[in-house]
Nanobody, 115 residues
C-alpha cells in the first residue's frame, strides 16, 4: 500500500516562491518504467482538478502550459520523494496541490498567492 504526504504549502505574495514536497511510503506500483511516474495536480475552488507537472523514473518531465518556465519538478528515486519548485507565483496559482503516483493521491497542500 502506498501513502503520499505533501508539505510546503502556504501563503505567498505574487512573484514569490514555494517548494512543495511529496514523500511516498510503501512500494510504488510498478507495471513498467513508463508508468512509474510522480506527478503534481491542483484544484482551485469551484474548478476541476488539473494537471501541473509529472516526472518519470528516468527524469523525463512534462508541464502544463500555464506553469512552464516557472515551475520545476524533480525527484529522488532512492528516497521516493518528489518536489515542485514554484517561482514567480501568480494569484491564479492558488489551489490545493496534490501529489500522485499511479492510482494513489495525497491529501493535498494549500497554496495561496495573494498580496
Amino acid at each position: 500500500q502506498v501513502r503520499l504526504v505533501e508539505s510546503g504549502g502556504g501563503l505567498v505574495q505574487p512573484g514569490g516562491s514555494l517548494r512543495l514536497s511529496c514523500q511516498a511510503s510503501g512500494t510504488i506500483p510498478i507495471l513498467d518504467d513508463s508508468v512509474n511516474v510522480m506527478g503534481w495536480y491542483r484544484q482551485a475552488p469551484g474548478k476541476e482538478r488539473e494537471f501541473v507537472a509529472v516526472i518519470a523514473l528516468d527524469g523525463a518531465t512534462s508541464y502544463a502550459e500555464s506553469v512552464k518556465g516557472r515551475f520545476t519538478i524533480s525527484r529522488n528515486n532512492a528516497k521516493n520523494t518528489a518536489w515542485l519548485q514554484m517561482n514567480n507565483l501568480k494569484p491564479e496559482d492558488t489551489a490545493v496541490y496534490y501529489c500522485s503516483v499511479p492510482g494513489v493521491w495525497g491529501q493535498g497542500t494549500q497554496v495561496t498567492v495573494s498580496s
